[in-house]
């Protein structure tokens, strides 16, 4: 095929259209989701589920979406990560992005939904700070003292070995010879 042939198919090959969006369905979803993350406030949800469909529309449109639904989720935990390390300041070390979303999700932050939704002020940086837990704890090497290994079959080997030894090298007996008479 000459090149302005092939060049041409590959123009017309068609593009997978992405998957319609039932956004009634979306938002139920993500609401959903977003109450069993600990967001209460309706306000708060509805603020939520619009930041998240922003991002998905944005999604959309560079990426055909397989399953609208698990974007939609993942977006939401995009939109939260994003938050995090906005509000924590995390440059390159996002190793502490787990411990801050645990220490949000477990609820033991008060008001940071509302600080997710842009709802609240107040800043929650310490407050998540001091409630991250760290996920490996400090290094405390132990002396061990040395013991010996006894291997089982070690033992077992060498008495096979011995008992073999003993038939197989025993000497004739008087009365037994290798000829029969």
Known sequence: ??????????????????????????????????QSMGVRDAVEIGRLSDQVRVRLESR?????????????????????????VAELGLDADLG???AARAAVLDGAVRGWSARWAGLADRPLAEEIRARCLSPVPDPAPLVMEPSSIVLCCHRLRCRIVESLGRVLCRPASQGQSGERG
């Open 1 to 34: 095929m000459p090149e302005g042939e092939r060049h041409e198919a590959l123009e017309t090959q068609s593009v997978p259209s992405p998957v319609p969006i039932d956004w009634a369905r979306v938002t139920d979803r993500v609401s959903r989701y977003l």
């Open 60 to 84: 959309a449109i560079s990426v055909p979406l397989e399953d609208p639904l698990e974007s939609a989720i993942e977006e939401t935990i995009g939109s939260l990560d994003q938050w995090l």
């Open 96 to 98: 502490d992005l787990p």
